[in-house]
């Protein structure tokens, strides 16, 4: 039989470059592939979805103490210019706890509707304090007698107030609870109209 010579380099020819050669061109064929530039090497190319829910995680979440404690003072002062503004406008939204619920304005708006002595008494109480300093014993017995009468003029409207308001909230709200109310509308009278916080709503004379 005639035996075919091969030549010497097909049979010294080294494995490692024959094992090598298909990985070459299978990383060669995956880099023609177009990739994500954001997506990391080795993982699949995120969703549209996905890539947006983790950005506003990341944003959303206080890198920080110091960031976080930041946010909570930029809340807390947002939340209390719309208090201040709620305050001015009467906005039930903002209102503090206090303020809050249609009892509470019935009784604002019940004494802003008319006059109370209670809320002349710092105009009153400056002119007797001068008069009481005028070495006039007349003038100071004057400036005595007229604190007594102003005491008693706005403990005896407060206590007509008081119970005027009591009736016309069990007529308006019989179905709720009014407890706190009365001293609440007392309270406020107390105060110069341009003073009281919330504004007035409603202008003297007006029915709420």
């Known amino acids: 039989m005639r035996v075919e010579r091969l030549p010497l380099g097909f049979v010294f020819r080294s494995r490692a470059k024959e094992e090598k050669a298909p990985a070459d061109k299978a990383q060669a064929a995956d880099s023609k592939q177009p990739r994500d530039p954001q997506a990391p090497k080795g993982r699949p190319t995120p969703k549209r979805s ?3 829910s983790q950005r506003r995680s990341v944003a959303n979440t206080p890198m ?3 960031d976080a404690a930041k946010r909570q ?9 719309r208090q201040r503004q709620a ?4 906005d039930e939204r903002y209102l503090p706890a206090r303020d809050k619920g249609p009892v509470r304005r ?3 708006d019940w004494v802003d509707s008319r ?6 008494f710092l105009p009153l109480a400056i002119v007797i304090l001068v008069l009481s300093v005028v070495r006039v014993g007349a003038i100071q017995s004057i400036a005595l007698l007229l604190w ?4 008693v003029l706005i403990v005896v409207d407060a206590a007509v107030s008081g119970f005027r308001l009591k009736k016309r909230l069990k007529e308006r709200f019989p179905d709720q609870n009014t ?3 009365v001293a609440y509308a007392l309270m406020r009278s107390l105060q110069m109209r341009r003073l009281r916080l919330p504004k007035p709503q409603v202008k003297r004379g007006e029915k709420p």
């Not at 003072?73 to 210019?81: H, N, P, T, V, Y």
């Not at 305050?87 to 009467?90: D, H, I, K, R």
Request: aromatic share 8%; proline share 0%; no cysteine.
């Open 50 to 52: 996905e890539a947006q």
């Open 64 to 66: 920080t103490r110091k």
């Open 73 to 81: 003072r930029e809340d807390r002062r947002q939340a209390l210019e």
């Open 87 to 90: 305050l001015a406008t009467g």
């Open 106 to 108: 019935f009784a604002r």
């Open 115 to 120: 006059f109370n002595v209670a809320e002349f």
């Open 148 to 151: 007594l009468v102003v005491i």
């Open 179 to 181: 407890r706190g109310a």
